[in-house]
Each structure stands twice: as structure tokens, then as C-alpha cells.
């Protein structure tokens, strides 16, 4: 019974984090990181690919 507090699906209570009471939603600042990472990795990826497939054409 591993439970990782960084794992998602799995409600850990952060009591070192204050604003996970306020807000209902803790750990925003990497939650946010992570998405917009993603996001960068995602229109990176996608651009590339076009890019190859208009060389390959």
C-alpha cells in the first residue's frame, strides 16, 4: 500500500500546505506546471511531426 502524495486519483490530505483547504484544490503550482509542461511537450511534438511529414511529402 504505496500511496505516493504526487499520484493523482489518490486524495492525500497536505496539512504543510495551506492552501488546499481554501481552495479544494492542492498542490495548484505543480498541478499547473505540469499542465502547461504537457502542453509545451504536446505543440512541440505536434509542430515537429508536421514538419517531418512536410519533408517526407
Keep these: 500500500a504505496a500511496q505516493q502524495p504526487g499520484s493523482e ?3 492525500s490530505p497536505a496539512p504543510e500546505q ?3 483547504s481554501g481552495s479544494g484544490l492542492p498542490r495548484t503550482g505543480s498541478d499547473l506546471l505540469v499542465a502547461v ?3 509545451l ?4 511534438g ?3 511531426l508536421l514538419a517531418r511529414r512536410e ?3
Excluded at 41 to 44: H, N, R
Aim: aromatic fraction near 6%; hydrophobic fraction near 45%.
Design 18 to 20: 495551506p492552501q488546499a
Design 37 to 39: 509542461a504537457l502542453g
Design 46 to 48: 505536434g509542430s515537429w
Design 55 to 57: 519533408q517526407v511529402g
Design 9 to 11: 486519483g489518490s486524495p
Design 41 to 44: 511537450i504536446l505543440v512541440a
